[in-house]
């Protein structure tokens, strides 16, 4: 466990980005089966320690440590994991067990023993082991390194193309003694099932308006961009599963999709809810996201379905090296073949030039709501990650609203001697009333400058809130506007960020809660 | 405690004296030569003898209108009030101070520290009524390690890098010196190389008496000559263009709060050295239940988990919201 807490503190730490990879290396070279496959599933996320959750190891901490002490440094620190590693107050003699055994232990204590178990193990480890324990045991490491990051090390240390590697991976299982056999020559490629698996997606660029000048429209083809989850279907010989953009198999919620669908392929598309294909908002889809099992009501309610935009596996057959015009061809026909009730074809938009397009996706913003365009290179093969020049995301420009700042709160962990979370509002009356929260939009030089002011021109605070003078103008920039009962004004703003620091605006001239109805007014989704 | 001889702006009446204000007053009181507890501009100061020669290497000689050198341990009475300057281990020179008048006793810390440092008189506990402390580090998460193991990890470091130099991010008074001695102590006896900003400050603890070895100034040297080095610079001049002088620098950022990986990240540190010149959360804990006082007022810092504690032990206790006051206590972290 020392030399993986060695690790783990290093690629925190390590800005360069090389160093990092010879760490990876070394470590996987070294370090003996089973324990490397572990740290590697730790490091790609994969490793799920499925009865230790946050809330145990909180409670097995509150058990040792005064709950109000707790929470404030909690609100300093900023990270679960790391609070608990740093406030821990006991220490005892003896060491970790190594990384294998460590998750044997985990995997194979009764919930009611874990509490015992992990308080012995943090009183044995030294602080940032304690810290590695614990990001190890949440599963949440946040330490700056990409799954890809440690593929890309197993790469540059077998000679293997991380293509290759990419490939097989989602047909792996921890400790992956097969694939490190693979890569050391002593085994050959891991045998996977190809169409029972789930195959990395092709992501796209933002646009930007100087772009438009080198790229000929004729080359491209357009879609609008649906406002939903992307997802992954796999239709297999063995069954239909569906997967998340993460490769995270979200079957189980959806079984309205995956029962009722035909045919063999893999395809790319959008999730989305709503009857006879009419899309309906995407708060309406989060009510259907995140539950293990589907319920009845709401699938009569909001019945799911996929929108296709693409074709990975013709039948048996893998297509991603054609074009995309001409695997667009491949879906078209295969939707002739095996008509659908849960899927159908994103239309492609007939468009001129640029700025044919541009009025488009302005209409398509106004009248429907629709998030933007995306444009796709006709010859572009289907490649997985985010290849330049493929797939352009063209984003609706965003509303704004001037909006006045209310309330200031301390942020976490790097940001938690600012205070860099700000509430604002519009006016009512003569009162203004909050329509929403944001903490990203200004520089590293603006939340300075921020921070100061509110410090110099606070009127109340509580805890790690402060009230201010209503004096200081956001320009805001959101997505949507919707009907809102959780709020004293009766608006939300989707995705709100402050686009603008209205130093020069008085605060009267700031947008009054009537303003906001024109937002509203427009359907999203 | 109906009318303590101290104010909540730190403030005494019967003297018609301040401690460490953030404003030139006609009198002060002086517990350390940090900046944000002295500042140039008083009528007179009143300090210890090391903490008036750093105001004025740092201010220059004519910074006060008149400087009065007190002894630790020296009682000086004057009107009804008597002061006495006790050790605060935090740096050369540092007090603390004990202000004693119509038979109470209240003593201001200034920042302290209890672990040993050759750099600085070592603290004493001070018996009073009402105590105000700081808090720089007044969460129970802070729980600092020996600064002996910490150094232990850079040698190590050194010793496994030898192509690269190691860039220590220090706060110029104190900190610098204090790594500097611990280094020394660990036996590392080749030059240690300064940034500019050092000089001055380490050649007065040297004359005052500090032991510091061979320093050789950083600028002028060439790339090869400083691999396997080691450099101590200010902490923003580690993230600057001065850094890119030195071959594939490893940066090292000294300070209380490396325990907390955001903030290493965030000073760019790729080697965190936790040492503090501050008493880490039990420490603060030890030394108000050592004080016997009933009252304490917190300071500097984290105030809202010290106050809440105090409150636990049954002592009366409430925030002080000093202006000027550095959040970090010197620590460098920014």
């Known amino acids: ?525 | 405690m109906d009318k303590p001889v101290i104010d909540r702006n730190l403030y005494v009446p019967a003297i018609d004296a301040w401690i460490d204000p953030s404003e030139p007053k006609a009198r002060a009181i002086i517990t350390h030569g940090h900046a944000d507890h002295a500042r140039s501009g008083h009528g007179a100061v009143l300090a210890t003898p090391d903490t008036i020669e750093i105001m004025k290497v740092r201010y220059g000689e004519d910074c006060a209108g008149r400087f009065e050198a007190l002894d630790f341990h020296d009682p000086l009475t004057i009107d009804g009030a008597t002061v006495t300057l006790f050790p605060a281990g935090h740096i050369l020179g540092s007090a603390q101070v004990l202000i004693e008048a119509e038979g109470q006793r209240a003593v201001v810390t200034g920042d302290y520290k209890r672990l040993r440092d050759r750099t600085a008189q070592p603290y004493e506990p001070v018996a009073c009524d009402l105590l105000i402390t700081e808090a720089t580090f007044g969460l129970p998460v802070f729980q600092h390690p020996d600064p002996k193991d910490e150094i232990a990890r850079l040698l190590k470091s050194v010793a496994a890098q030898p192509e690269r130099s190691h860039l220590i991010g220090c706060y110029a008074l104190g900190k610098a010196q204090r790594v500097i001695a611990l280094l020394r102590d660990a036996g590392w006896d080749r030059p240690i190389y300064l940034h500019g900003a050092m000089i001055r400050l380490c050649e007065l603890y040297q004359a005052l008496g500090v032991e510091l070895g061979e320093l050789l100034p950083a600028t002028g040297m060439g790339k090869a000559e400083m691999m396997g080095q080691i450099v101590i610079a200010p902490p923003a001049a580690i993230r600057d263009r001065w850094s890119r002088r030195f071959p594939d620098p490893v940066v090292c950022q000294a300070s209380g709060w490396m325990s907390v990986k955001q903030r290493a990240r965030q000073a760019l540190a790729e080697l965190p050295l936790v040492i503090s010149d501050h008493c880490d959360w039990g420490e603060l804990n030890v030394s108000i239940l050592e004080s016997g006082a009933e009252t304490v007022w917190v300071t500097h810092g984290r105030e809202d988990a010290l106050v809440y504690w105090c409150k636990k032990q049954g002592l009366k206790a409430e925030p002080l919201a000093l202006p000027g006051l550095d959040d970090d206590g010197g620590e460098g972290g920014e």
Request: aromatic share 10%; glycine share 8%; net charge negative.
């Open chain 1, 1 to 525: 466990m020392k030399r993986f807490a060695d690790l783990l503190e290093l690629l925190a730490l390590t800005p360069s980005r090389t160093r990092k990879l010879e760490a990876l290396k070394r470590y996987f070279v070294e370090v003996p089966d089973p324990d490397r496959g572990i740290a590697l599933a730790v490091l790609t996320s994969e490793m799920d320690i499925r009865n230790v959750k946050p809330a145990l190891l909180r409670e097995t901490v509150l058990a040792e440590v005064d709950e109000t002490l707790f929470a404030l440094s909690y609100d300093y620190v900023g990270d679960l994991g790391e609070t608990i590693a740093l406030i821990w107050p006991h220490k005892a003699e003896g060491e970790l067990p190594r990384l294998s055994e460590l998750v044997d232990l985990l995997n194979h204590t009764s919930k009611a023993e874990l509490p015992r178990v992990i308080g012995g193990l943090l009183s044995q480890a030294a602080i940032h082991e304690r810290w590695a324990l614990v990001k190890l045991a949440t599963g949440a490491l946040r330490i700056g390194v990409s799954a890809r990051l440690a593929k890309t090390a197993l790469a540059e240390m077998s000679g293997v193309e991380l293509q290759d590697i990419e490939e097989v991976w989602h047909g792996l299982k921890p400790p992956y003694a097969n694939l490190f056999a693979w890569l050391e020559g002593k085994a050959g490629r891991p045998d996977i099932d190809n169409a029972a698996r789930f195959h990395p997606l092709m992501l796209s660029n933002p646009i930007e308006d100087k772009d438009f000048e080198k790229l000929d429209p004729r080359d491209f083809s357009a879609e609008w961009k649906w406002d939903g989850i992307r997802v992954q279907l796999v239709l297999g010989a063995q069954g239909v599963s569906m997967f998340s953009r993460t490769g995270d198999e979200i079957s189980a919620s959806f079984p309205d999709v995956v029962d009722n669908v035909m045919g063999r392929a893999v395809l790319d598309g959008e999730l989305l809810v709503g009857h006879d294909f009419d899309a309906r908002s995407f708060n309406d889809l989060q009510q259907r996201l995140n539950r293990k099992v589907a319920q009845a009501k709401q699938m009569q309610e909001l019945p799911a379905f996929v929108r296709v935009y693409d074709m990975l596996f013709d039948g048996e057959e893998d297509v991603r090296a054609l074009g995309w015009e001409e695997r667009r061809a491949r879906l078209e026909a295969w939707f002739q073949r095996n008509p659908q009730t849960r899927l159908d074809l994103s239309e492609v938009l007939p468009f001129g030039d640029w700025d044919d397009l541009g009025r488009l996706r302005r209409q398509g913003a106004d009248e429907h709501g629709h998030e933007g365009v995306m444009i796709k290179l006709r010859t572009a093969p289907y490649v997985p990650g985010r290849p330049k020049g493929f797939w352009f995301k063209w984003k609706r420009d965003p509303n704004v609203v001037d909006a006045v700042l209310m309330y200031a709160q301390r942020g976490h962990g790097k940001r938690s001697s600012y205070y860099s979370d700000y509430t604002f509002g519009v006016w009512k009356g003569n009162e203004i009333v909050p329509i929403g929260k944001a903490y990203f939009g200004f520089t590293d030089e603006e939340l300075k400058q921020l921070d100061k002011w509110i410090r110099a021109n606070t009127t109340g605070s509580f805890g790690p809130v402060r009230e201010v003078k209503k004096e200081l103008v956001f320009e805001v920039a959101f997505d949507s506007a919707q009907k809102s009962g959780r709020h004293k004004s009766g608006v939300a703003l989707r995705f709100p960020r402050i686009s603008r620091i209205r130093w020069d605006k008085p605060a009267q001239e700031a947008a009054r809660l009537e303003d906001m109805d024109a937002f509203v007014g427009v359907p999203d989704g």
